[in-house]
């Protein structure tokens, strides 16, 4: 049977824009007299999805639509999206500090956040009194919580200024001593947005040993939100992905992971920039993969208001924690001179034979200019995933050559990379 300490069931959040609440007297009569009459409220019916990168034609947004998913307790779990996706606002739903358009909420235990710096704390108090003030407001009694007090303290590395008002702390300190609270107080529910990302690193790493030692030591439940995929990584169990206020994906942490970092875009060979040179990319592939061992052949389209002498074109391949793997870019490999005149556009192919990658998902960032200097950079330009080729015995070596096709003049150029000098 699951132990099941939190359940989220078709939560929403709906606002107005630019209004606090519904804005009008009128609205509010409206919402009243559906809701006397038994009705659905109306407003419900309207606004938009949560894009931000949109202007839109409604004053009404959902911030969050039809969110379910349910928490074991023990359980670490890894909220994650872009920016705007819904994030934040689903954790002050499901911390009472805000409340459902639509849905509830049903918890087993009590909750402590640490949703933005200095939240729950009064500047004017002192460490000390803080610390009693959330314990209290989580339900403890002094005696629980000064029983608590020297290891909240010790934690934090705030003892200097423990006795010191807490407007007078850093960001910083603010978050350690936030975060130690939350953490030593014993809820059952620990609820954390990004606000670690504002400690040190050491602090980062010791927080992030802490919340381990909560759930897998103490069966506690953690919800976790980061931009740090690395932390969410070694933190969590389970993973959600948000996106426009809606739940996209649910599943373990390397799924969810990838899932987030290779979404829609993945599925797309074909990638348009607004950029000032290069225009658009093309990765032949089969439905975004690729076999090991397999051909690999990118097309990169440019156009330029002044002239490019020495046209360069320059590829490095990632993996999905940014590591490279491989760079090609043909002013190392003794090509300074690829095109004897100036050039304003035209299509770079680069092609790789036999790419022996090893099976997993991989970045491409674009890097295009003269013999000389960079004049643009795209990172993650194209993105796409290496597959098992069953045929083929995989082996992590890289034997390639390249040719080069500049605009609309072919030029063969062949190299083996293997009996080239590396400048």
Not at 144 to 167: H, M, N, Q, W
Not at 376 to 394: D, G, R, S
């Amino acid at each position: 049977m699951k132990d099941i300490i939190l359940k989220a069931e078709n939560i929403s959040k709906q606002y107005r824009l630019g209004q606090v609440g519904t804005g009008t007297l009128s609205h509010d009569l409206n919402r009243w007299w559906h809701e006397v009459r038994g009705k659905e409220n109306p407003y419900l019916k309207i606004g938009e999805i949560n894009d931000r990168s949109t202007k839109g034609d409604s004053d009404y947004v959902w911030a969050l639509q039809d969110i379910n998913f349910e928490v074991e307790r023990g359980e670490v779990l890894g909220i994650i999206g872009k920016n705007g996706a819904g994030k934040s606002t689903l954790l002050k739903i499901l911390s009472k500090v805000t409340a459902p358009t639509t849905g509830s909420i049903k918890s087993r235990g009590r909750i402590a956040s640490l949703l933005e710096v200095g939240t729950g704390f009064n500047g004017e108090m002192t460490g000390r009194e803080n610390i009693f003030l959330n314990g209290a407001i989580l339900g403890m009694t002094k005696r629980e919580i000064a029983s608590k007090l020297d290891e909240i303290i010790a934690f934090s590395g705030c003892e200097r200024y423990i006795d010191t008002p807490v407007k007078r702390y850093s960001s910083g300190m603010t978050v350690r001593l936030a975060f130690a609270v939350a953490a030593f107080l014993e809820p059952e529910i620990l609820v954390i947005d990004e606000v670690l990302a504002v400690g040190d690193a050491e602090f980062q790493k010791k927080a992030i040993g802490k919340m381990q030692d909560i759930s897998r030591g103490e069966g506690r439940t953690v919800l976790f939100v980061s931009h740090n995929m690395a932390a969410v990584r070694s933190l969590c169990t389970r993973g959600i992905v948000m996106e426009n206020g809606k739940l996209v994906f649910e599943g373990g942490i390397e799924e969810t992971l990838e899932f987030y970092q290779f979404d829609s875009e993945f599925e797309n060979e074909t990638q348009y920039f607004g950029s000032r040179i290069i225009k658009k990319a093309i990765l032949h592939t089969t439905n975004g993969t690729i076999k090991y061992n397999n051909n690999f052949r990118l097309e990169v389209y440019f156009e330029a208001k002044n002239s490019i002498t020495n046209l360069v074109l320059g590829i490095v391949i990632k993996d999905l924690n940014d590591v490279e793997l491989i760079g090609i870019n043909n002013r190392h490999y003794h090509q300074e001179k690829i095109n004897s005149s100036n050039v304003f556009n035209g299509k770079i192919s680069v092609y790789i034979e036999n790419l022996k990658l090893l099976p997993g998902l991989y970045k491409i960032d674009l890097y295009m200019g003269d013999s000389t200097t960079d004049i643009e950079i795209i990172n993650e330009a194209i993105k796409f995933t290496v597959t098992e080729n069953f045929e083929e015995k995989v082996v992590n070596s890289l034997n390639m050559s390249i040719n080069k096709v500049f605009h609309d003049e072919v030029v063969w150029q062949y190299y083996n990379i293997n009996n080239l000098d590396n400048d």
